[in-house]
C-alpha cells in the first residue's frame, strides 16, 4: 500500500531513490544501516548489500530484492528513466554529488517529495505500529515502577540513569529513544538537562524523561517525582503542570489545530501565573524517529488526525530553583486520546 502512494507522484520518466535510513525502515519494515529503494512507476526494488542480503530476502514482501554490489546493480534498472529524485532531507550534498556522476547521464534531483509525502504517511499510524509503540510504552513503564523503589536521597542523577536504561533493555528494549534525562532540583530547570554526578537530595524534585525502542518505535514518557515530602510551593506547581496536562489530553481531537492544543495548557498555566516558565513546545509526534510530524507547538497551525501519536508535555522551569514536567504519549481517535501512558500523575513522594 505504501509504494503506490509514492508511485502515484511520480511522473513516467521519474524515479525516487531512497536511502534515509527510516524512510527505508518505514517502506520495507526491515532495519539495515545501508541499502537503497529505487521507486519507479511500476517498479520498487530494494537494493541492499551482503550483510542484510538473506535476511532482507526472507523478510521483505513488499518489494523486490536485490543484492547491492555496485552502482551499476542500479543502473539496470533505469531504462526509461530520465530524472532520479533524492530525499531533500536525508542526503548530504557529497553523496548527491556522488550520485550525480554514476548515474549521469540520468539526472539526479533533489526533491520536496518524497520526504513530504512519507512524513504525512508516517504521521498515521497503522495497528501494526501503535502495537509497537503500546509496547515501547509498557517496558518504559516496568523501568519506571523499578526506578520509584531504586530512587532515593543519596543516589546520583547518573546512577538512576543508568539504572532506568537497564530495565529497559533486560525488559526487551532494543535501544533507548534518545539520551535518558534525569535531572534533580535546581538542574531540573534545563528542560532538557543531561544527568551527571550530582547527588539526589531530601526535598528535591527528579525529572526523569526516558523512553525505549520496541520493533523499531520510540516511547516518550516523564515523571517528577519529589524525594522526601513536597513544599506547598512544590505542590502549587506540581499540581498546576499536571491541570495543563489533563485539560490538553481531555481537548485531543481529531481536527483540533495543533497550536489550539499547545494553547490549552499554555492558558493554564499562564492563569496559574507559570506562563513565562513555560519555555517549550507542550508536544510532538512520535513513530519510527522520536520528534516527527505533527509537531503540537503554537506556531503549527496543522489539523489534528485520526492515527496521529502525540505526546502532551508541559512543563514548568523557574531557573536556579526547580522545574516540572509531566508528559504523556499516545494515539489520536475519534473519541480523543487513548492514552499509551498508564503511570501514576498524582505527585509522588519518595519516603
Ligand atoms: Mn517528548
Given amino acids: 500500500m505504501k509504494f503506490p ?13 531512497i536511502f534515509g535510513e527510516v524512510s527505508r525502515k518505514y517502506l520495507t519494515c526491515f532495519s539495515s544501516s545501508d541499502g537503497y529503494l529505487l521507486v519507479k512507476k511500476d517498479e520498487a526494488c530494494f ?62 534531483n533533489f526533491g520536496d517529495e518524497p520526504d513530504g ?17 503500546k509496547t515501547a510504552q509498557k517496558i518504559a513503564e516496568i523501568a519506571f515502577d523499578e526506578a520509584l523503589r531504586f530512587l532515593k536521597a543519596g543516589v546520583s542523577e547518573n546512577a538512576v ?53 520496541y520493533g523499531g518505535y520510540h516511547s516518550d514518557m516523564t515523571r517528577t517525582v519529589v524525594v522526601g515530602r513536597a513544599s506547598e510551593r512544590q505542590r502549587n506547581i506540581y ?12 481537548a485531543v481531537k481529531p481536527g483540533l489545530k495543533c497550536s489550539d ?10 492563569e496559574k501565573g507559570f506562563g513565562e516558565f513555560f519555555t517549550h513546545s507542550l508536544g510532538h509526534g512520535v513513530g519510527l524517529e522520536i520528534h516527527e510530524a505533527p509537531t503540537v507547538s503554537a506556531k503549527c497551525d496543522r489539523l489534528l488526525e485520526c492515527g496521529n501519536v502525540i505526546t502532551v508535555e508541559p512543563g514548568v522551569y523557574i531557573p536556579g530553583e526547580l522545574g516540572v514536567r509531566i508528559e504523556d504519549f499516545g ?16 505527585l509522588i513522594e519518595i519516603v
Avoid at 537530595?201 to 527528579?206: D, I, L, P
Avoid at 489520536?332 to 498524582?346: L, P
Fill in 331 to 346: 494515539l489520536v481517535t475519534e473519541n480523543g486520546f487513548d492514552n499509551f501512558t498508564k503511570a501514576d500523575k498524582n
Fill in 5 to 17: 502512494v509514492l508511485q502515484k507522484l511520480l511522473k513516467n520518466d521519474d524515479a525516487f531513490l
Fill in 261 to 270: 492544543l499547545d494553547k490549552v495548557a499554555r492558558d493554564h498555566l499562564s
Fill in 117 to 133: 509525502e512519507l512524513q504525512r504517511m508516517r504521521a498515521i499510524k497503522s495497528e501494526d505500529e501503535i502495537a509497537s509503540l
Fill in 239 to 250: 499540581n498546576a503542570v499536571l491541570e495543563a496536562q489533563e485539560k490538553a489530553i481531555k
Fill in 47 to 108: 537494493f541492499v548489500d551482503a550483510r542484510y542480503f538473506e535476511d532482507a530476502q526472507k523478510k521483505i514482501d513488499s518489494c523486490e530484492v536485490e543484492l547491492f554490489d555496485g552502482f551499476d546493480r542500479i543502473k539496470r534498472h533505469l531504462d526509461g528513466t530520465k530524472n532520479i529524485i533524492v530525499e531533500s532531507n536525508y542526503v548530504t550534498l557529497r553523496q548527491f554529488e556522488k550520485l550525480k556522476g554514476v548515474f549521469s547521464p540520468v539526472a539526479v
Fill in 161 to 213: 540513569a543508568a539504572f532506568i536504561e537497564y530495565v529497559m533493555r533486560k525488559n526487551g528494549g532494543e535501544k533507548l529513544s534518545f539520551d535518558t534525562i534525569v535531572v534533580s532540583g535546581a538542574s531540573g530547570s534545563v528542560p532538557h538537562g543531561v544527568p551527571g554526578e550530582k547527588i539526589i537530595s531530601k526535598g528535591e524534585f527528579v525529572t526523569m524523561d526516558f523512553g525505549t525502542v
